[in-house]
């Protein structure tokens, strides 16, 4: 009898619970079901700052790209030898000079790898000749243009700095004339005869003598800090330079002006400067390429990574900041016989800003 109470009042009291939660549930609701709608929207205007926004954006993107013929007709041949100097490491364009690539002195209108003596990679075409046109591809994308190249540039990726540059090589070739404003504003006009005979010709055609024009431009670039990096003279603008080195490393002496600005210089402008030099020189590993790798370059036998065959005529001892900083300015001058094209880097905090980068690297 007793049991039966206790399990009896045990079951009431079960169904009182259930009871109060259904009436708790009832009232006061726990949880969202389907969309929350706010009671009340207030206007913050950001929806339509929103719909504005993917508007202009949207018509940042309809707006046409500006045809490459009329980038051409308004180059600033000015702005196109800034970009020259990618590819001064390799190519000659004042005077009819072959350095690692063929020299560009009145390239518009030449014939495709037409230079007697040089040796050409790439898939070139048979016929044709070089114009505004083709050089346009292959300066964007040398191996995608010439399969085959041995070119490491990797492309000229700005429209406006490719105009510019062939604004530039129009300007060493004598009669060659750039396409006038008016032809580029309405292409169904008679173009220039040299667009002409360009617009025939097969891109694949051009792109092997400028990938010369780019691979050598980066290749003596990077050459150029290359051999500013392993080729010294024993001249005697280098002998007072080792001696003010020698100096510095051995913590006598006053430090050279350009020490100090090595000291104080600009590691990230450096890395930037060195992209001239990638094409041939490799500064984080063991690799040697058009020129010899640059680790541990500052403090190096000059001539002294084997299995590279250097020229010019190089000095006896090691390489400090001031022999580099004479190299980088004037390779031609403090190495006489060197096969480098470069003309130097004539900016001494960019020479300085260089140095400290590759110092950088040995910590």
């Not at 085959?148 to 540059?165: F, I, K, P, Q």
């Not at 060195?274 to 790798?293: L, W």
């Amino acid at each position: 009898m007793t049991f039966t109470k206790v399990l009896g009042g045990f079951c009431g009291a079960l169904l009182i619970f259930l009871l109060g939660t259904w009436a708790a549930e009832s009232l006061y609701r726990v949880g969202t079901y389907g969309e929350e709608t706010a009671a009340y929207v207030i206007d913050t205007g950001e929806e339509e700052a929103a719909a504005e926004t993917e508007t202009a954006d949207a018509e940042e993107v309809a707006e046409p790209e500006t045809p490459f013929v009329q980038l051409v007709a308004q180059a600033d041949a000015s702005a196109g030898e800034s970009v020259w100097r990618q590819c001064a490491a390799c190519h000659a364009i004042e005077e009819e000079r072959n350095g690692v690539g063929p020299h560009l002195n009145g390239l518009i209108g030449r014939e495709i790898a037409s230079i007697d003596g040089f040796r050409y990679s790439g898939a070139l075409p048979e016929e044709g000749a070089w114009t505004w046109e083709n050089l346009d591809p292959w300066l964007e994308a040398p191996r995608e243009f010439a399969s085959g190249t041995s070119m490491a540039y990797g492309g000229l990726a700005d429209a406006e700095d490719r105009a510019n540059l062939i604004a530039y090589l129009y300007s060493y070739t004598e009669g060659a004339e750039l396409p006038e404003a008016e032809a580029a504003a309405a292409p169904a006009e008679e173009a220039p005869a040299t667009e002409e005979a360009a617009t025939e010709e097969a891109p694949a055609a051009e792109e092997t003598e400028m990938a010369a024009v780019e691979t050598e431009t980066v290749t003596e670039e990077a050459a150029t800090e290359e051999a500013a990096t392993e080729e010294t003279t024993d001249e005697a603008p280098a002998e007072t330079e080792m001696a003010a080195a020698a100096d510095d490393a051995s913590g006598g002496g006053e430090m050279s002006e350009f020490a100090q600005a090595v000291a104080n210089g600009d590691v990230d402008n450096g890395a930037s400067v060195f992209r001239q030099c990638q094409a041939c020189h490799v500064a984080d590993q063991e690799q040697n390429r058009v020129g010899p790798h640059l680790v541990g370059i500052i403090g190096r036998e000059i001539g002294s990574v084997e299995g590279f065959r250097y020229s010019g005529a190089l000095p006896e001892g090691e390489w400090t900041v001031d022999e580099m900083n004479a190299w980088l300015e004037a390779p031609r001058d403090y190495a006489p016989g060197t096969t480098m094209a470069y003309a130097g880097l004539r900016d001494m905090q960019d020479r300085a800003d260089l140095v400290a980068w590759l110092k950088s690297l040995e910590n």
